[in-house]
């Protein structure tokens, strides 16, 4: 009998850990977009830049956090240096992604307030006011992969006027398509000097079914010990 009920509270709790391994991108997982910027300048004129946009996960840790590896390609043929960040898989900033098992919730460690779904597509905004500029950002993510399919960046300046406009729309990923393959990028690039490396020391905590993962199993461990105390 108590080895029957050690069994049915293993099979309840065997899911918990399913959902979290499956809910976090892996190694090897990217994400490629096209993002224009416009830039408004005060003489009624605007600048025009496009570029692809690379995000890949060069290696993901057992706590939750991994190595992001993210570059801008001019489309004009260079590209800024490649740059690195330490973050947290279930929201990171430079890895346009949310967990499936967070999206109708708000982001805190991000600052990302949800707002709607619409067609199985979650919005998420954020607003942040940097030396008198508002800075508006958007994402909306696919409800399935947890992938922004468009992420857009406003700013406002003074009287209202919007300074510039950069819209990143999703070209391809292979998290939810194994069969996705990271195009040549470089081919035909000028590949920059230096690279920096961003190591985000005020990670956000993993999210919370980390957490009640904690709480089932330590659960689980009292159950089973009374069980066998009797």
């Given amino acids: 009998m108590r080895i029957f009920l050690i069994f049915l509270i293993l099979l309840f709790l065997f899911p918990t850990f399913i959902i979290i391994s499956s809910s976090l991108p892996s190694t090897g997982n990217f994400i490629v977009y096209n993002e ?46 490649t740059s690195y960040s330490i973050e947290n898989l279930s929201a990171p900033p430079n890895f346009y992604y949310i967990s499936p098992n967070l999206l109708g919730k708000n982001i805190p460690c991000r600052g990302l307030s949800f707002k709607y779904v619409k067609n199985d597509v979650y919005l998420y905004c954020s607003t942040h006011v940097v030396q008198g500029v508002t800075i508006i950002y958007k994402m909306w993510i696919n409800g399935t992969t947890g992938v922004a399919e468009k992420v ?22 292979n998290i939810g398509n194994q069969h996705a393959t990271l195009p040549d990028l470089y081919k035909g690039y000028t590949q920059a ?38």
């Avoid at 857009?152 to 990923?173: C, K, P, Y």
């Avoid at 956000?204 to 689980?220: D, K």
């Fill in 36 to 81: 224009t910027s416009v830039i408004f300048l005060n003489n009624g004129s605007t600048v025009i830049q496009r570029f692809i946009f690379l995000q890949q996960v060069d290696e993901a840790f057992p706590n939750g956090t991994g190595l992001i590896e993210f570059t801008y390609f001019y489309v004009n043929g260079s590209y800024y240096s």
């Fill in 152 to 173: 857009q960046t406003l700013q406002i300046g003074a009287g209202n006027r919007l300074v510039s406009n950069a819209t990143a729309t999703l070209w391809i990923t």
């Fill in 193 to 230: 000097k230096a690279f920096t490396v961003n190591i985000n020391d005020t990670l956000c905590s993993i999210h919370h079914l980390v957490l009640e993962s904690l709480v089932a199993i330590l659960l689980t461990l009292v159950l089973i010990f009374l069980i066998f105390r009797r």
